[in-house]
């Protein structure tokens, strides 16, 4: 596609549900970010895919997340037994290249809701 | 890792003012871009400028590497400006990600 889509748009969980959101990056991009924006703040960091290998998972806060891109393309994130403050945009990002000096382009996010 | 501050966080303009958006960053960058996240929450990117001065329109920016800092200039403000400026920064150190900075909050005013 033209651009980075993400589905669902919304997700509304009741606490301690799973949840498994979904990326799709621009066709041929090798790297794929997800991103977490909490309220009225800056995205920050949660893992990275270099097709399908995961090569940094420093900034998923538990182990409760989960995310894999088992073909090299879409990618799914997956939190499991959700909580409160899970409440956040979740943001995936994709670049053409490999290296640090590549434009990411984002997506639109999904806004997950935990009640 | 690389620490990113953005000021002013929060900016009020009349519509055909001037501005601009100020990026400090704390280690020399490979990566910076600067985006406008639109009400809907879209990051659009607006420039990839890890040093030198890029010019799109009404939109500029300016890249001092050795000084790590970055400007965003918008002149003649519009309405569709508002939303939150990010600039967000790659340090080869700090793997692939990027750091964003806390945001610049524009409101434009008719």
């Known amino acids: 596609g033209a651009g980075v889509s993400q589905s669902p748009r919304y997700k509304v969980a009741k606490r301690g549900q799973d949840v498994a959101l979904r990326c799709d990056p621009i066709s041929g991009h090798v790297s794929l970010f997800w991103y977490q924006q909490a309220l009225g703040q800056g995205p920050e960091f949660l893992t990275y895919?270099?097709?399908?290998?995961?090569?940094?998972k420093s900034g998923l806060p538990s182990d409760r997340f989960f995310a894999e891109r088992p073909e090299g393309s879409v990618s799914t994130l997956k939190i499991q037994r959700t909580q409160q403050e899970d409440s956040a945009v979740y943001l995936c990002a994709s670049s053409a290249g490999t290296g640090v000096r590549d434009t990411q382009y984002f997506g639109p996010g999904t806004r997950l809701t935990v009640l | 890792g690389i620490q990113v501050e953005q000021s002013p966080p929060d900016l009020i303009l009349q519509e055909g003012a001037n501005s601009t958006l100020r990026c400090n960053f704390s280690?020399?960058?490979?990566?910076l871009q600067w985006f406008h996240q639109n009400p809907w929450g879209q990051l659009i990117n607006l420039f990839y400028?890890?040093?030198g001065t890029k010019q799109n329109g009404r939109l500029s920016a300016t890249t001092v590497a050795t000084e790590r800092y970055s400007l965003l200039y918008i002149s003649s403000s519009q309405t569709t400006d508002s939303g939150v400026y990010f600039c967000a920064a790659q340090n080869r150190n700090a793997g692939n990600m990027l750091t964003f900075g806390g945001g610049t909050r524009l409101m434009v005013k008719p």
């Open positions: 400028i890890p040093s």
């Open positions: 280690d020399s960058v490979n990566n």
């Open positions: 895919f270099q097709n399908e290998a995961q090569l940094d």
